[in-house]
């Protein structure tokens, strides 16, 4: 059996905003290292933050647990986390979960660094 991989590209905006480009799988083989990267984000006072979910193959519960504890962290702190998801079985999964109604969703990082069409309820 393969080992399960992520790779986690961080980049800062011109705004300060936290970018956090995710490739490979979020499960639970991976889900530490990226749960640490986004608490080492909050512990440096970074609360405004996008995920992009877009070249993930696979995410399973515990990288969902990792993005909502994310997100609340975000909240607790005046911040926000946005994620980027392109069509297919991600989406799919964010919809059966009812995860649309907490996580503001986009189509690409443009759209999301600049707030604007949001994926409501799809």
Known sequence: MAQDLITIDVQTADDGTQIFVLHGSLDIATTPAVRAALLDAADRGQHEIVIDVTDLEFLDSTG???????????????????????????????????????????????????????????
Do not use: C, M, W
């Not at 996580?103 to 604007?116: K, M």
């Open 64 to 122: 969902l647990g990792a993005l909502i504890g994310a997100h609340k962290r975000a909240k607790d702190n005046g911040g926000s986390v946005q994620l980027v998801v392109a069509e297919g079985q991600i989406l799919r999964l964010l919809r059966i979960t009812g995860l649309l109604a907490v996580f503001p969703v986009y189509p690409n990082l443009e759209a999301a660094l600049a707030r604007e069409g949001p994926l409501a309820g799809l």
